[in-house]
């Protein structure tokens, strides 16, 4: 049956290669696809294999760039149980890097306590070097960084040259490369040095990157951690405050408009917040401020950072890969259904010019499964040559894009991938046979003949 199957298919070159064309560009399409969302779970994953510290941060703050913590807060933190070394961290925007404005791909000076990130045992950027070497401590107050490969190769820098960043002239000691997007965006310095550079409070940091001793599981530190700071009082982050004040959580569009026509014909908006008082800033007067004030008692028992292992990050992705693939499912589903109609216009086409080869075929002894099966193995055929040409195609055009794109893109299809995306297309091959199948098996030998 399968050179029965062959035959019948290479009689029409042209409508078979047509329909295979089709399905193979809707397959590759599909590995494309779901190549955006396994580049980046490939991404997210390889990265935290390079980072198996805590990161403690401000609560709220979405990143570790908008997070800000008391300096102090250091010491308080090595002597928790179950913590053996604490890196403070400072990270600003390198918004200028010789005259040039970077926007995409981000880039970023990383100011680190040099003397702790030394005493790390994963310090992810001391393991990667390439050229040159890492910070020492005699790097303390000096301009001297380390930078990315992409960074140095970017600008034509190499070890020894003057990179100038932000307005101001650092020297390159070393250049590292982790194979991360996500961690070769970075110049890193002294602590010291870049907050004096950048007007950082000298009295803050960013970050605290820790490791534990091993002794006590991570989630139990983490939370050690979050008690040990739940009486503290520290803002939690905020992306606008003046927002935050007129837009309520469960408020209405409405209501917004509402309240600022309000504001606007009082005049309330251009009043400074100290000159009013707790029941003028609430509609509702004292009621309001009677349930502001309690849920200020609920917040006091909140910690104000929150510590984040690699596993927190990787769930946080997860929610969001769970809402690409449903719009990728949707992507692809087009193409799937456009494959599937020319699967099923071929092969209906097929049997209709063949009714007296099937009329034939039953007068000889074949019977309506018999029949069946042949149409449908023939377009199950279909969706294999389609489906290995389009996963090929696929496959090779993530590896262009990659190639081209190295800093901004990384699209990764895996076996997985390819042999879902084949096995994928066999299916729709044999679903749209299935219609023309049943057509052509349906028919009498004599009907068939006489219709034919």
């Known amino acids: 049956m399968l050179r029965f199957a062959i035959g ?118 001391a393991e990667c070097m390439e050229e040159g070497r890492f910070l020492r401590p005699e790097d303390a107050g000096t301009t001297n960084c380390v930078v990315s490969r992409q960074i140095a190769e970017e600008f034509g820098r190499s070890v020894g040259d003057v990179l100038r960043v932000n307005g101001y002239d650092v020297t390159i000691v070393g250049t590292y490369y982790s194979g991360s997007m996500l961690i070769d965006v970075s110049i890193l310095m002294d602590i010291g040095t870049v907050r004096s550079v950048s007007r950082y409070d000298p009295d803050s940091v960013s970050v605290y990157y820790l490791e534990t001793t091993g002794e006590i599981d991570d989630e139990t530190v983490s939370r050690r951690i979050e008690q040990h700071f739940a009486d503290r009082r520290l803002a939690e982050w905020d992306p606008s405050s003046a927002a935050s004040r007129l837009i309520g959580p469960e408020m209405s569009l409405t209501d917004l408009f509402r309240n600022l026509d309000t504001l ?29 004030a309690l849920s200020e ?42 494959a599937v109609l020319s699967i099923v216009n071929t092969m209906l086409m097929s049997v209709t010019e063949r009714r007296i080869e099937f009329g034939i075929l039953r007068a000889n002894g074949w019977s309506r499964g018999h029949v069946l099966s042949l149409v449908t193995f023939e377009s199950a055929l279909l969706g294999v040559v389609g489906g290995l040409i389009g996963a090929a195609l696929g496959w090779i055009a993530t590896h262009v894009v990659n190639w081209t794109f190295p800093e901004r893109i990384h699209l990764h299809a895996g076996p997985g991938l390819l042999l879902l995306s084949i096995a994928f297309s066999v299916l729709i091959g044999a679903l749209g046979g299935a219609y023309p199948a049943w057509h052509a098996a349906r028919l009498s030998p004599m009907e068939a003949i006489r219709r034919g």
Not at 43 to 61: H, M, W, Y
Not at 80 to 102: C, F, M
Not at 309 to 332: I, Q
Request: aromatic content about 6%; glycine content about 10%; hydrophobic content about 40%.
């Open 297 to 338: 008692s609920a917040a006091d028992s909140v910690s104000p950072v929150e510590v984040r292992s690699a596993d927190d990050w990787a769930d946080e992705f997860e929610n969001f890969m769970t809402d690409l693939d449903l719009f990728l499912t949707l992507m692809t589903g087009i193409g799937v259904v456009i």
């Open 8 to 125: 019948n298919l290479l009689s029409r070159p042209g409508r078979s290669s047509l329909s295979t064309l089709g399905l193979a560009v809707a397959i590759g399409g599909m590995v494309g696809l779901f190549s955006i969302a396994g580049g980046i779970d490939h991404l997210v994953a390889s990265t935290f294999e390079l980072i198996p510290g805590l990161l403690v941060q401000q609560r709220g703050a979405p990143v570790p760039l908008f997070s800000t913590l008391p300096a102090d807060w250091q010491q308080e933190i090595e002597d928790i149980e179950g913590v053996s070394v604490v890196n403070a961290e400072v990270l600003v925007r390198a918004n200028v890097i010789e005259g040039k404005t970077i926007i995409s791909p981000p880039r970023f000076v990383l100011g680190v306590d040099i003397e702790n990130r030394l005493r790390l045992k994963n310090g992810v950027y």
């Open 264 to 292: 606007a014909k009082a005049g309330e908006l251009d009043r400074p917040a100290a000159e009013r008082s707790p029941e003028e800033d609430s509609p509702e007067g004292g009621e309001n401020s009677e349930r502001d």
